[in-house]
């Protein structure tokens, strides 16, 4: 069983940046894969971010690519997303997931284990 816990959400002006943080209670992430999910108000959850333990390959929506940065720091068993230029299209609460693997995904149904979630609100 993984328990995950985000933090880092709040209200930013356009161009803003924030760091979440995605905790985990288990101490072997690196066998794990974990992504970063975001459902906006009337819409669908969908995956912005991924890494996968071994090489910390990372994925991203192609939407976010170049504002979207994902990291791990397995000493602290915490993922972050880091995300600059935010725009309010970004506005969604954002959930970390993770699943026991080595390959990234964007689906919901490939992922086990899911935070509460933390609520971004862009907006001038």
């Known amino acids: 069983q993984v328990q995950l816990v985000e933090s880092g959400g709040g209200s930013v002006q356009p161009g803003g940046s924030l760091r979440l943080s995605c905790a985990a209670s288990k101490s072997t992430l690196n066998a794990y894969r974990i992504a970063w999910f975001r459902q906006a108000p009337g819409k669908e959850r969908e995956g912005v971010s991924c890494?996968?333990?071994?090489?910390?390959?990372?994925h991203y929506l192609d939407s976010v690519k170049g504002r979207f940065s994902i990291s791990r720091d397995n000493a602290k068993n915490t993922v972050y997303l880091q995300i600059d230029s935010l725009k309010p299209e970004d506005t969604a609460v954002y959930y970390c997931?993770?699943?026991?693997?080595?390959?990234?995904?964007?689906?919901?149904?490939?992922?086990?284990?899911w935070g509460q979630g933390t609520q971004v609100t862009v907006s001038s």
């Open positions: 997931a993770a699943a026991a693997g080595y390959f990234c995904s964007g689906l919901m149904s490939s992922y086990t284990y």
């Open positions: 890494i996968v333990g071994g090489d910390d390959a990372t």
